[in-house]
């Protein structure tokens, strides 16, 4: 049976959300920012600004030179995760076949439910007027109909912003061969490198390239993106309520200046430990793996993982074991950024408890120590060693939990 496929890409998400709530900023280039750090970046950009060549993930001090009337706006991310709920709730309406992709996109599978609704257009219309009437005019969306996820993403992202494209068995090639490789969704800068090297430039081109040339290159992940030149894509939109749980947690900050001195790593380090820890907490997982990453100065990247023996979701065990992992790095330049992340993680329930006072002892204060933080805000109780330190919440993303 054929499928019917739709792909949500909400327009310049976070600056409209912003827009949507203050009417002062409507029609003006904004960009939505991490935070008041000078050194962060642009999450979002508006429509209006992207029109001055403001883009996202562009610094702060790049978007005000390309852009010297932008307002900056700090970001809020439990406004936009409210938002992104809203419009989940409408998406529901037509399928309950909706997978979050993102914070500002989602894939709805209507093969099943399309009739109801007078087709896949008919419901692509009415979504777009659902959002205007219940959320707000300036909170507007791009949509992609297609047979496949791939062919829906690569279908939203042509008319933008609010449009509506339909690819079809018979204008998919056509559409595949004018695109450019990196217009598709898996295929990033270094991929597209590593293309090029292999003097694969185009769509054409990749498809002409024989298996064992991208095997060789790329591993499996090489038949996927021939697979991805043809237009082929099985993978099938799960509800974003069977997802399976969270594999990983991490978080990371861009230092508000370079630095160098190992014992202000070390409060960062420490700080990022805890914000982790405790997300695992709250979403009852434990960990068997640690990693820490670094970008220094010249962007230039180092990383490091371990394997532990145990499972934890101790903020105390993964900061010494990110100390390790710094010590392992050593970094020679100035720091520009840093994260933490722990993997190989288990839901609480598949954990066996400890018998060990000591061990029953530190889960209890854990325990209260973020019943005291929920109720009185992060880090009301925090360690000395970070006491003059404060960290950013992050405005892109999306925990299943926030639902």
């Not at 496929?5 to 904004?30: C, W």
């Not at 030179?65 to 309406?93: A, D, H, N």
């Not at 007078?118 to 777009?128: D, E, F, T, V």
């Not at 889960?363 to 970070?386: C, H, P, Q, S």
Request: aromatic fraction near 8%.
């Amino acid at each position: 049976m054929t499928r019917t496929i739709l792909h949500i890409d909400m327009n310049s998400y976070f600056a409209t959300v912003e827009q949507q709530a203050n009417p002062y900023l409507r029609g003006k280039p904004i960009g939505v920012r991490g935070s008041a750090n000078k050194r962060t970046i642009v999450a979002a950009a508006s429509v209006e600004a992207k029109k001055f060549g403001v883009k996202t993930a562009m610094s702060v001090q790049e978007a005000k030179e390309t852009c010297p009337e932008i307002i900056l706006i700090v970001g809020e991310p439990r406004k936009y995760s409210q938002v992104t709920k809203k419009f989940i709730e409408i998406f529901e309406r037509y399928t309950d076949k909706v997978e979050i992709f993102s914070i500002d996109e989602a894939f709805l599978d209507v093969t099943g439910t399309m009739h109801l609704f007078g087709g896949a257009k008919k419901i692509a219309s009415c979504i777009k007027n659902d959002l205007r009437r219940e959320i707000g005019p300036w909170l507007t969306c791009s949509v992609g109909i297609s047979y496949n996820k791939f062919l829906a993403k690569l279908a939203s992202d042509m008319q933008k912003p609010d449009g509506l494209t339909i690819i079809t068995p018979g204008n998919k090639d056509r559409i595949l061969l004018d695109s450019k490789l990196d217009d598709f969704c898996g295929i990033g800068p270094k991929i597209l490198k590593r293309l090029n090297l292999l003097s694969i430039k185009t769509v054409k081109e990749l498809r002409e390239t024989g298996d064992l040339d991208l095997l060789k290159e790329f591993g499996i992940y090489g038949l996927k993106l021939k697979r991805m030149a043809r237009g082929i894509d099985h993978a099938q939109v799960t509800s974003w309520r069977n997802q399976s749980e969270a594999k990983s947690f991490g978080h990371s900050r861009t230092l508000n200046k370079d630095v160098s001195s190992s014992e202000e790593l070390k409060k960062h380090i420490c700080l990022l430990s805890e914000k982790v820890a405790t997300r695992m907490r709250k979403e009852q997982h434990w960990c068997q793996e640690i990693s820490l990453w670094i970008r220094l100065k010249d962007f230039s990247h180092l990383a490091k993982s371990r394997k532990i023996s145990y499972w934890t979701c101790s903020g105390e065990d993964i900061y010494r074991i990110s100390l390790d992992l710094l010590a392992q790095l050593n970094p020679t330049e100035p720091v520009r950024a840093i994260g933490v992340r722990a993997a190989s993680t288990k839901h609480a329930r598949f954990i066996p408890a400890s018998l060990l006072p000591e061990e029953k002892k530190k889960e209890r204060l854990l325990k209260t120590l973020d019943m005291i933080n929920d109720k009185y805000g992060f880090y009301a109780i925090k360690k000395a060693r970070v006491y003059d330190m404060r960290i950013k919440e992050v405005v892109s993303g999306l925990g299943r939990k926030k639902f």
